[in-house]
Structure formats: structure tokens, C-alpha cells
């Protein structure tokens, strides 16, 4: 069994052709930019629209343990919730919901088959996404076994942030790498995200074999400067990288932190204009790299 949020059917942006993305829930990575923060938490949690909600208390008096309390904001009391769905069941307009549900491999398989024609006739194949699918290990393993044994393309969009003998546990069982690299600088990187980067840049030497595409997320303020993008260029072609796709900042996870009454982080950055990611092409492409912006 493993924790998912959604999974997203005719994918495009996500590997080739046409995919089924799973998106598993949990990540130990704090990147103040998520453009998905439901991910973060490694257990179900409700979300509120306010500008759905009518106020009408359907949810607080479906609650038989009073866990709910509304004025401004949905307040859920975790300590008293056991999750049995009344409230949202309750909720006319569908303002409250529930991120993350636990489901078995054959869940998750079955989904993904019902996308087979299109990654026939596309070249396409499912990719396993989050949050951070290596946050759940075992559970990963077998659906990408499973999918194998179907004949389907497997891709792992990963932060590359945990244990090697994960990475090699797998890594037969997939056909493409989609890694996310943030900073090079260590102390950068951890001051702002949370966790070092030695342990990510360790990773990616691992898989530099192995079908990778780099993905950068692209965050005026933190990582657009020349340094880093110097550094980067450095690294990946010391380890013989040839893609890499840059992926612009936005702001698009900011209204799910409110609708998840999540703290809204110290950063400010707005999306970057097209000078900046001229820039980071140009430096980039110094290095030998097939530079691509989005993906």
C-alpha cells in the first residue's frame, strides 16, 4: 500500500509522449517555491476553498467528534479526526476535500492501464511523480515492477534525495530519470530547502549512465546568477549530462498554501522575465548542453 494524491491521466509534460502521472504524497525536501505543498505531508490532510465555502457549518455538524472549527479559516483539530469523511461528504459545494488517499499497487495499475491505448500510439508510459515517489521506497518498486511487466515506459521525477540503495534498487526497472537540481551551492541549498545537496549531487553521479534528463527549476533571487549556473554547467559535464530543462518559477502553489492553512513562507521572487532565462540558456549551453525551457 502507499499514499497518492492524484493521479493524472493524459499527461503531457511529463516525459514522452502521452503519460499517466502518479503523484505520491510526502517529501523531505522544503522548498519554499512548491508549486505543489499538498505533496509535503506523508499523510492525508484536508484542503478548504474559502471562496467555495457558503458557510452553511454542513461539515462541523457532520463531525461526530467535533473536530472542525470555521471562521476565517477550516480548522481541523488532527488529534480528534479519524479521517471518516462525513465532513466532506457533508459539504455541498465541495469546498472541503481530502488530499491523499491509501491505495495498493493494483489501484494504481489499474488507472494506469486505462491510458494504455494512448501510450501505445503516443510512445508514451506513466510517470511516477510527487511530493517525492522515493519517499516511499517499496511501494514504488513494485508498481514500477508491475508496469515493467506490462511492457510500459517508466519515468521517476525525483529530488534525488535519499539513500543510493534506493536509487540501485530500482534502477532496472526505469527508463528515464527526470532530476531536479536546485542549487550547487551546499549551504545555499540547505539554508533555504532544508537538506544539504552533497547526498542529491552523489545520486545523480550514480545515475550518469543511466537515461537522465536534469530538470532546473528556475528561482529569480536563489539560483539565476551566473555562479551558480556556471557551476552547474561545470558538474553536468564533468559527468557527461546532455539535457537539461529549465523550469520557470511560478506562483501557482501559493493559493493551495492558503487553501491548506499552511504558513505562507519568508520568500519573495516572482516569475522570471525572458532576459534571465536567456541568460541561463546561453551559460548553459556553454557546457555542451541540448537546453530546453519547460518540460
Given at each position: 500500500?502507499?499514499?497518492v494524491?492524484?493521479i493524472?491521466?493524459?499527461a503531457?509534460?511529463?516525459g514522452?509522449?502521452?503519460?499517466t502521472t502518479?503523484f505520491?504524497k510526502?517529501?523531505p525536501?522544503?522548498c519554499?517555491?512548491c508549486h505543489?505543498?499538498e505533496?509535503?505531508r506523508h499523510?492525508p490532510?484536508f484542503?478548504w476553498?474559502?471562496?467555495?465555502?457558503?458557510?452553511?457549518?454542513?461539515?462541523m455538524?457532520a463531525?461526530?467528534?467535533?473536530?472542525l472549527?470555521?471562521?476565517?479559516?477550516?480548522?481541523?483539530?488532527?488529534?480528534l479526526c479519524?479521517?471518516?469523511l462525513?465532513?466532506v461528504?457533508?459539504?455541498?459545494?465541495?469546498?472541503l476535500?481530502?488530499?491523499?488517499?491509501e491505495?495498493?499497487?493494483?489501484?494504481?495499475?489499474?488507472?494506469?492501464?486505462?491510458d494504455?491505448?494512448?501510450?501505445?500510439?503516443?510512445?508514451g508510459?506513466?510517470?511516477?511523480?510527487g511530493g517525492?515517489?522515493?519517499?516511499?521506497?517499496?511501494?514504488l518498486?513494485?508498481?514500477l515492477d508491475?508496469?515493467k511487466?506490462?511492457?510500459?515506459?517508466?519515468?521517476?521525477?525525483?529530488c534525488?534525495?535519499?539513500?543510493?540503495?534506493v536509487i540501485?534498487d530500482?534502477?532496472?526497472?526505469?527508463?528515464?530519470w527526470?532530476?531536479?537540481?536546485?542549487?550547487?551551492?551546499?549551504?545555499k541549498?540547505?539554508?533555504t530547502?532544508?537538506?544539504?545537496?552533497?547526498?542529491?549531487?552523489?545520486?545523480?553521479?550514480?545515475?550518469?549512465d543511466?537515461?537522465?534528463?536534469?530538470r532546473?527549476?528556475l528561482?529569480p533571487?536563489?539560483?539565476?546568477?551566473?555562479?551558480?549556473?556556471?557551476a552547474?554547467?561545470?558538474?553536468?559535464?564533468e559527468?557527461?549530462?546532455t539535457?537539461?530543462?529549465?523550469?520557470?518559477?511560478?506562483?501557482a502553489g501559493?493559493?493551495?498554501?492558503e487553501?491548506?492553512?499552511?504558513?505562507?513562507?519568508?520568500?519573495?521572487?516572482?516569475?522570471?522575465?525572458?532576459e534571465?532565462?536567456?541568460?541561463?540558456?546561453?551559460?548553459l549551453?556553454?557546457?555542451?548542453?541540448?537546453?530546453?525551457i519547460?518540460?
Open positions: 500500500m502507499g499514499l494524491f492524484d493524472k491521466h493524459y503531457i509534460h511529463d514522452p509522449g502521452i503519460r502518479v505520491m510526502g517529501c525536501l522544503d519554499p517555491w505543489n505543498p505533496s509535503k499523510q490532510e484542503m476553498n474559502a471562496t467555495r465555502c457558503i458557510h452553511c457549518s454542513s461539515c455538524e463531525c461526530p467528534e467535533d473536530a472549527q470555521l471562521s476565517e479559516h477550516l480548522d481541523v483539530d488532527e488529534s479519524k479521517l471518516c462525513r465532513c461528504d457533508a459539504c455541498y459545494t465541495g469546498a476535500e481530502l488530499v491523499g488517499r491505495v495498493s499497487v493494483n489501484d494504481v495499475l489499474e488507472e494506469i492501464m486505462k494504455r491505448v494512448f501510450h501505445e500510439e503516443s510512445g508510459g506513466v510517470t511516477f511523480s517525492e515517489p522515493l519517499f516511499q521506497p517499496e511501494f518498486k513494485e508498481l508491475a508496469c511487466n506490462f511492457g510500459i515506459h517508466t519515468a521517476v521525477d525525483t534525488g534525495y535519499a539513500e543510493p540503495r540501485t530500482i534502477i532496472n526497472s526505469v527508463d528515464l527526470l532530476y531536479d537540481l536546485k542549487h550547487m551551492d551546499d549551504e541549498h540547505t539554508d530547502i532544508g537538506v544539504s545537496n552533497q547526498l542529491i549531487l552523489n545520486n545523480l553521479k550514480l545515475l550518469r543511466e537515461n537522465v534528463i536534469v532546473f527549476p528561482i533571487g536563489f539560483n539565476d546568477d551566473s555562479i551558480n549556473l556556471h552547474m554547467g561545470v558538474f553536468l559535464q559527468n557527461e549530462f539535457e537539461i530543462c529549465i523550469l520557470p518559477y511560478h506562483t501559493s493559493d493551495k498554501r487553501r491548506l492553512n499552511q504558513k505562507k513562507p519568508i520568500f519573495n521572487a516572482v516569475p522570471p522575465d525572458d534571465k532565462l536567456k541568460m541561463a540558456v546561453v551559460i549551453e556553454e557546457y555542451g548542453l541540448a537546453v530546453k519547460g518540460g
